[in-house]
């Protein structure tokens, strides 16, 4: 069901008259993990980290208990830390505790920032799904949220659409708060460059890199996030 936005719409031409503020750091990668992260999807990460800059790896897992889920985090965790990449547990504030990662993503049903920041304390990356709603957004970053992430921008297959955002979305945010944003949904190489000078952060990225030669993938953002 789709959340209206009590604020009504974003003007289009918004985005025209809005270009990335240089002051601001520049664009860079959130991957996300895909669902299966056994086997042998340790040494994909590690060749996905070693390809280029990246800030972080959500640990995105469903309908497996705890312990398993720590069982295959575990190894993962390592990994970022030893290539200085942010590890964030995706829904799972009780997981985050347990692996002592450095955040947790939270989706609209997982949990309060409040709650996340009384469990994790003052150093964890909190960051919350806002579909394409700025009212969403803004109860986000009352609550302590570090970050806010929108999309899908694009049509993906990673999990089912129920939102679509507009990258006026990103520009809006952008200029008017300091919290960063993260762009979702179907983003690649190919389609990123809109999402970025319209002022996301981070670029969230699932299908993109895990659907076939990660190494080469991150190279392809990287040569775009850079440019």
């Known amino acids: 069901m789709d959340i209206e936005d009590p604020l009504g719409p974003l003007d289009p031409d918004f985005a025209v008259q809005f270009q990335r503020d240089d002051r601001r750091p520049r664009c860079q990668l959130y991957l996300v993990s895909p669902l299966d992260v056994g086997g042998g999807f340790p040494d994909r990460l590690k060749r996905a980290l070693s390809a280029g800059p990246v800030a972080a790896f959500q640990f995105r897992v469903k309908d497996i208990d705890q312990h398993s889920a720590a069982a295959l985090a575990e190894p993962l965790q390592r990994i970022c830390a030893a290539a200085d990449v942010a590890f964030i547990v995706n829904d799972s504030i ?22 996340a920041r009384a469990q994790l304390g003052p150093a964890a990356q909190i960051g919350v799904t806002c579909h394409d709603s ?94």
């Open 134 to 227: 700025r009212h969403l957004a803004m109860e986000a970053g009352e609550a302590g949220a570090d970050y806010v992430a929108f999309g899908a921008f694009y049509p993906t297959t990673t999990k089912t659409t129920e939102h679509v955002a507009d990258p006026v979305l990103l520009s809006w945010w952008s200029t008017v708060f300091e919290i960063p944003c993260v762009a979702i949904g179907g983003i690649t190489p190919v389609n990123a460059p809109p999402l970025i000078r319209a002022g996301a952060d981070f670029l969230a990225v699932s299908g993109a890199v895990w659907g076939g030669d990660e190494a080469a993938a991150v190279r392809a953002f990287e040569a775009v996030l850079a440019a």
């Open 94 to 115: 009780s997981l985050a505790k347990r692996l002592g990662a450095d955040g947790v993503h939270l989706g609209q049903g997982d949990g309060d920032p409040r709650e």
